[in-house]
């Protein structure tokens, strides 16, 4: 998948579980905007060349229909890019930043507080499109609009947390049993040297 190749050039994702994106709703809206814009430039090109016939026109309505066009690829792009990449430690955000250009943002799973989900309006609702909200400790909020089926996405960080606790949680344990092992062997060890120190001097 393309977006898999480009950001592999930001971040680590040999370790991803799953990669979150926008709605194909949101790419739909921005390909129709664009072509109705591109189609109005001709209208307005059309026009003028009739009103006021000149060579000069369609070079200057090819420059400004080439600008226009490449501009709404990059956004697209942009916004084709945008994604959380969710791996068995941690997530990251990664997002568009200005042209072509983008930062992450990279969390533990520990660090989260609330996920959440919500629509802004009637179009959202129609088109079945949701903003998702992580919450840090501190009240830090990082949003993530315009995703589908929120309900699984939500559910799926909630058990990529959980299962980043429960190893978490064994690792400690484990942690912890081999201190106390540690400690036996050395207790032992000590009541060892104390107990021959304490038969040499008996012998004395």
């Known amino acids: 998948m393309l977006r898999n190749v480009l950001i592999k050039k930001y971040v680590d994702t040999k370790d991803t579980q799953r990669i979150i994106g926008h709605s194909s709703v949101v790419y739909i809206k921005k390909a129709i905007i664009t072509i109705v814009l591109l189609f109005l430039?001709?209208?307005?090109?059309?026009?003028?060349?009739?009103?006021?016939?000149?060579?000069?026109?369609?070079?200057?309505?090819?420059?400004?229909?080439?600008?226009?066009?490449?501009?709404?690829?990059?956004?697209?792009?942009?916004?084709?890019?945008?994604?959380?990449?969710?791996?068995?430690?941690?997530?990251?955000?990664?997002?568009?930043?200005?042209?072509?250009?983008?930062?992450?943002?990279?969390?533990?799973?520990?660090?989260?507080?609330?996920?959440?989900?919500?629509?802004?309006?009637?179009?959202?609702?129609?088109?079945?499109?949701?903003?998702?909200?992580?919450?840090?400790?501190?009240d830090t909020e990082f949003p993530f609009a315009d995703v589908n089926s929120p309900k699984k996405q939500v559910r799926k960080l909630m058990m990529m947390k959980e299962d980043f606790l429960s190893r978490q949680k064994q690792q400690v344990e484990k942690d912890l049993s081999e201190d106390n092992e540690r400690f036996t062997v050395l207790v032992e060890a000590m009541s060892e040297v104390v107990k021959e120190y304490l038969d040499n001097k008996d012998y004395s």
């Open 41 to 138: 430039l001709y209208v307005i090109f059309a026009l003028l060349d009739q009103s006021n016939p000149a060579e000069y026109w369609k070079w200057v309505f090819w420059i400004l229909w080439l600008i226009l066009f490449a501009k709404r690829v990059i956004d697209f792009l942009n916004l084709y890019l945008d994604c959380l990449i969710l791996s068995k430690d941690n997530i990251t955000f990664f997002l568009w930043d200005w042209l072509l250009e983008y930062k992450t943002e990279i969390f533990s799973w520990n660090k989260i507080n609330t996920i959440s989900w919500n629509q802004n309006g009637f179009w959202d609702k129609v088109t079945g499109k949701w903003d998702i909200l992580i919450k840090l400790e501190f």
